[in-house]
């Protein structure tokens, strides 16, 4: 299949966005252009089960190199490997989700809907461009739309959310510019390829100066600890969608860039360092589950959970086993499900409550049986049920880990471990002070969620449920992938 | 002999026939400005045209006039901005009492810029220096009626006067040292002497002065304040463009035996300029002090190019420098239309300009998304080349900092963006019917600004240039 649909697909539904008039139409168009990216994604999904049951596994299925500033040796050279698959996937199914969620969207909502399918169509391309340029301003384009998103939809201190998150995101992908520029200055052939750099010796010491750039480059995206601070102001002040597409889409990204970019490339540097990015990302586990439970807004809660969770993603990549960087991708794409979940039933809530404080609450299973249902469902995802998603991501990660032998690896085992018991606590608390006990009088006339809520959590719950049941094929799907990446790093 | 000489100086001669004409419209009484405007641009735009037809290299007068391709190109690139100038300041030419002596006088100051792109001699390159600057202090002037205008006027010609001063002092040096005053033999002659490289220093810091490089800078901000906008837009991107183009055949040509001395003076300058520009654009309100002080910044970007000392760093700051051309005038274009119309030049009287005035938005976002160097626009592409080309080098610090200015950057445009599209309130700014010549202009700065990047064959065509 041309990859190049899955570009031209949120491009066409971004200018018909910009074209209609009346505000149903926008709306009308979005949803279609959604739906056309989760069939494709799906399709992707299929084709790409073929075409490696055919020609088996590689580094780059579907490729395509087109020229594009030869002499620089920038060339747009796409191709997608199970990694790139899944987080496509997952984008489609976010962006689907969100588009629904955001129906009631009355204030500028052909900007809104312009924005959230530029922002989608920025995490595609980075997600199938095999050229560290192309991927750079895809980066790039993924992150302006969410500053306008929070600036000018957003709640509470937006303005400093805003700019907190562009300024802090964009001064993540300066550092991954060095990196990349350092990169390219190495080899014989200057070039941007990520093929041809992977075929390439890398001098150590190049790899010495560029890992950390790129690495933590990436991991601002990904709520690398001591960089996550961005994360609970930019998500609370974002809108609903927003704050979906900002768990669930972008700080993948990073996630995606630290495995496929820094440590793909750059095989003896991530041995080197793989200690310290254990030790960063066991504090942001901790810290994480910690912070959530002093927290009282429920968009905080999450946001603070993510933290943590995405302390797994850098976790398991740290570890360097085949198992552990095979949980580390479930996470991603687990967590990426369960946030724009939460979020999205967060903003169902706060939607008719017109509060997001967890004290304030109560008893809303009475009145909102759907929304507490889901808010139910997705605190169980959250502290890791059996069944659902955030199960099989983080008993892959700390299964992966156990494989590195040693103490300082099996502490810092544990310690993310006993972070489940704080999850446990912090979740159950929330869900039920939000949702069970008498409800509170000024609730009591609430209605319950609208069709397009209900489409919007079925959509996610299905995911969640199809990588909980069934985590095989994912599995399956993503590992090649990842043992390309692992065998490189211990081939050295 | 005689055809080389009319092939060679096409655009010299083509600007200088149109200035005549100028002068002869102005003999004969009662041509208005709505008919004169109009034939301005017609003689731009051909002038333009001529740039990409029969370009090659030759020497005239002895070595003293000498032209490539390239340097055609670059010619080409000044005369689009000209020929912009002219689309998107209509409001204020069309109320202009002078227009004819405007347009002599701007036109006079872009012959001197070509003829300063193409000197090959010590002399030449001072005279037109000379023709380039003069005028234009006559012209920031121009509201004859506005105190600030004048004073701009005299900072302006105060501090051009001294810094030609300092590079005569330096050619003077120059001259004793070497006895000679042609670029082709100086760039054999010159040595690393520490009397050759003070007499460099001296020449340097005369194009500090014209680049506004920090800390000969001081000028800027209130020369551009006091200008009328389309003076102001001249002075920043063209002006500019003019001393960055000649600054590369200096450094790279002439001196190139000096490159040890230039390249730390370069990246320590370039550093400075771009954290000054930067930290004071942050403070500002009135959108043209805002401008001025980010087009320093930018300027220390263009070092960054500049240092390469390769041919991708000469190609990365012509690219540029066409890129920038597009977004400051769009940025300067809208502007002016609103101030034409409103009276309003502060950023914090834009609020809600989105509500009304949906187009002007557009290009104004557009053009502050390529200054700030966010994809897809051309200032991305810009920007990261002239990175690229400057990380040759392998200079890490210099690299992460030239990148972390770009965030800073990024900060005060995305205010001004953030203003533009939030909410409208009774302030707000009222609908503003456009010229059909200023919607055009804006028009092509907006799709030159997304287009010329995503375009690769713009780069590549000036790259294949000698």
């Known amino acids: 299949m041309n990859l190049v649909i899955l570009l031209l697909i949120p ?127 895809f980066l790039e384009i993924a992150v302006i739309p969410k500053y306008l998103l929070i600036s000018i939809w957003g709640s509470g201190k937006k303005e400093y959310s805003a700019n907190k998150l562009a300024l802090m995101l964009m ?44 690495f933590v480059g990436f991991g601002v995206f990904t709520a690398l600890f001591p960089f996550h601070t961005w994360v609970p102001d930019g998500h609370s002040s974002a809108p609903t969608a927003g704050s979906m597409f900002l768990a669930g889409i972008s700080m993948k990204l990073g996630g995606y860039g630290c495995l496929k970019v820094a440590a793909f490339l750059l ?39 993510s933290v943590s969770h995405c302390g797994f993603v850098i976790l398991g990549i740290g570890m360097l086993t085949k198992g552990s960087v095979n949980g580390a991708v479930l996470q991603m794409v687990s967590h990426g499900l369960m946030t724009a979940l939460f979020f999205a039933v967060i903003g169902m809530i706060y939607e008719r409550t017109h509060t997001r404080q967890v004290n304030e609450m109560g008893g809303l299973l009475k009145v909102m049986p759907f929304a507490s249902t889901v808010l139910f469902i997705v605190g169980m995802c959250s502290l890791g049920l059996p069944g659902l998603s955030g199960f099989v991501a983080e008993m892959t990660v700390f299964v992966g880990s156990w494989e590195r032998t040693g103490m300082f690896y099996r502490i810092a085992t544990i310690a993310a471990c006993m972070s489940i018991v704080v999850t446990a606590v912090y979740i159950l608390r929330a869900v039920s002070r939000t949702a069970m006990g008498p409800v509170k009088e000024q609730f009591a006339g609430l209605k319950d969620v609208s069709w397009y809520e209900k489409l919007a959590a079925v959509v996610l719950i299905a995911g969640i449920l199809a990588m909980g049941l069934f985590p095989s094929w994912l599995t399956k799907l993503v590992e090649p992938g990842v043992s390309a990446i692992i065998n490189r790093i211990n081939g050295i | 002999m005689l055809n080389d000489f009319f092939i060679l100086m096409k655009m010299e001669l083509l600007v200088t026939v149109i200035i005549f004409l100028l002068l002869l419209v102005k003999l004969g009484k009662g041509i208005s400005n709505d008919v004169l405007l109009p034939i301005i641009q017609v003689g731009l735009l051909l002038n333009f045209l001529a740039g990409f037809f029969l370009n090659k290299e030759g020497i005239l007068f002895d070595g003293m006039y000498y032209t490539t391709p390239l340097a055609v190109v670059q010619k080409s690139i000044l005369n689009l901005g000209v020929y912009l100038i002219s689309l998107l300041f209509a409001d204020w030419f069309r109320r202009c009492e002078n227009l004819a002596e405007f347009f002599v006088l701007m036109l006079s100051a872009l012959l001197g810029m070509f003829f300063m792109i193409s000197s090959g001699n010590l002399l030449i390159f001072y005279l037109a220096l000379e023709l380039s600057t003069i005028p234009i202090a006559a012209v920031v002037n121009f509201d004859l009626r506005m105190k600030k205008s004048s004073e701009a006027s005299m900072k302006m010609i105060l501090s051009s006067a001294f810094s030609s001063g300092i590079l005569l002092f330096g050619i003077s040096l120059i001259y004793g040292i070497t006895g000679s005053i042609q670029f082709a033999e100086l760039s054999v002659i010159v040595t690393q002497s520490p009397l050759q490289i003070l007499a460099f220093i001296f020449f340097f810091t005369a194009f500090a002065f014209k680049l506004s490089i920090v800390p000969f800078h001081l000028w800027t901000a209130d020369v551009y304040e006091g200008s009328p906008v389309a003076v102001t837009a001249f002075l920043s991107v063209i002006s500019k463009g003019a001393v960055a183009f000649i600054f590369l055949t200096v ?108 187009f002007l938005t557009w290009v104004l976002a557009l053009s502050l998304f390529s200054l700030a160097g966010i994809p897809p626009t051309a200032g991305f592409f810009g920007k990261l080349f002239l990175i690229t080309a400057g990380a040759s080098r392998a200079d890490y610090w210099f690299i992460i900092v030239a990148a972390l200015n770009m965030i800073i950057s990024l900060y005060y445009y995305l205010i001004v963006i953030k203003t533009i599209f939030s909410k409208a309130d009774d302030q707000s700014v009222q609908k503003i019917q456009l010229l059909p010549s ?29």
Request: include cysteine; glycine fraction near 8%; aromatic fraction near 14%.
């Open chain 1, 267 to 305: 095989p003896a540097a991530t041995k080197q360092y793989g200690d310290y990015i254990i030790v960063l990302s066991a504090i942001a586990i901790l810290y994480g589950a910690f912070a959530t439970m002093m927290q009282k807004d429920l968009k905080y809660i999450n946001a603070y959970s």
């Open chain 2, 251 to 358: 450094l790279y040509r002439v001196f190139h035996s000096l490159n040890y001395t230039w390249y730390h003076l370069l990246v320590a300058l370039s550093v400075i300029t771009m954290i000054t520009g930067n930290l004071f654009a942050i403070r500002q309100d009135n959108f043209k002090r805002f401008l001025a002080f980010s087009s320093i910044a930018q300027v220390g970007f263009i070092l960054v190019g500049v240092s390469a000392d390769s041919v991708a760093g000469q190609t990365s700051v012509v690219y540029f420098i066409l890129v920038y051309l597009f977004s400051n005038l769009g940025a300067f274009g809208v502007i002016s239309a609103i101030c034409a119309n409103t009276g309003k030049e502060k950023i914090s009287e834009l609020k809600g300009l989105y509500k009304n005035n949906p």
């Open chain 2, 438 to 466: 200023v919607k055009l202009g804006l028009m092509i700065c907006a799709a030159a600004v997304i287009l010329t990047g995503l375009m690769s064959w713009v780069y590549d065509y000036i790259a294949a240039l000698k």
């Open chain 1, 11 to 137: 491009l066409l539904t971004a200018l018909l966005v910009l074209l209609v008039k009346s505000a149903t139409q926008v709306k009308v168009v979005a949803l279609t252009g959604s739906v056309f990216q989760l069939v494709i994604a799906v399709f992707l999904l299929c084709a790409f089960r073929t075409d490696v049951a055919a020609n088996g596994n590689h580094l780059a299925h579907f490729e395509q190199n087109h020229q594009w500033f030869p002499s620089l040796g920038i060339s747009f050279h796409l191709g997608v490997d199970g990694i790139a698959v899944s987080m496509i996937l997952l984008t489609a199914f976010v962006v689907l989700a969100g588009v629904l969620v955001s129906w009631n969207v009355e204030k500028m909502t052909k900007e809104f809907y312009f924005l959230l399918i530029l922002l989608s169509f920025g995490a595609y391309g980075f997600f199938i461009s095999l050229d560290l340029f192309v991927l750079f301003f």
């Open chain 1, 171 to 214: 001064g993540g992908s300066a550092l991954v510019l060095v990196g990349m520029l350092g990169l390219y200055f190495t080899g014989n052939e200057k070039t941007f390829d990520l093929l041809k750099l992977a075929a390439q010796q890398i001098p150590t010491d190049v790899q010495q100066i560029c890992f950390p750039l790129l």
